[in-house]
């Protein structure tokens, strides 16, 4: 496993980083999400990502039980907050008491005294940025975050609060976990250029566009218990870009990688990446995607690449 900083920070972290989502405290049980922590550890992976609303806050639990018997130091910790967990006007957003409240509620869960990366999960235009950057900047303070980045947030958003920090003479975001992939490009064209001028380390979720970068849909079916399965949205792309599946799925083969591995180490090498964000049920999982970690591509492979992405139109 390679370590690399997190933005312009000194916090170095593993190059994959594993998150909770809808699995921990949610799709598997304690005893099977400790087995993917475990192997997580053995693999080299010491960033973890989770979030409040996960699994109503039984995902915060599951990794606050699961730490009781680690050594809290060689952990990197991430975990978010913005969006609805208690009833009233303060129970969402981003302004200071929800942030406030949010966070000792969140260390309260994961049975630590800090939380090294706490992270805003989607913008609150109805907070004044500079309420939400003072905030995180007197948790930095007082000791609960260690830093803090944005989840969600475009490139205008982010130049923003750079700004904002700057001039306040506040602590600055250090990271961005945006939707970002092989199949979804958006941050990348927008995002990643200003990330870069801000020294800000992207921490992508969904690098494997919900499971379509890997092998187990690459003949065309859904399924039984995948997340495809009655997602219509989500088997709409898998038709739509099948071919495309196929054809990069050929091209990780003849390198003797999976299709996953490949879809990692892509990012991997793309501007300001730190560490994508996997998910994983089974400890084999880990293991597998962890592998990704390290792979080098030339310059000749990521330009065969791209023209694999952009489709027939480009050859």
Known sequence: MNYRRLGRSGLKVSEICLGAWINFGGKIEDTDTFAVLDAALEEGIDFFDTADVYAGGKAEEVMGRWMKSRDRRTLTIATKCRWRMWDGPNGEGAGRKHIMDACDDSLRRLQTDYIDLYQIHGPDRDTPAEETLRALDDLVRAGKIRYFGWSNYDAEMIGESARLSEKLLLNRAISLQNNYSMLVRGTEKRENPRCVQEGIGLIPYSPLAQGLLSEKYLDGAVPAGSRAEGNEGLAKRLNENLPTMKALAEFAHA??????????????????????????????QVKENASASGVKLSGDDLAQIETILKGPEAK
């Open 255 to 284: 390198r003797d990688l999976r299709l996953s591995q490949l879809a990692l180490a892509w990012l991997l090498h793309q501007p300001a990446m730190t560490a994508p964000i996997i998910g994983a049920t089974r400890p084999e």
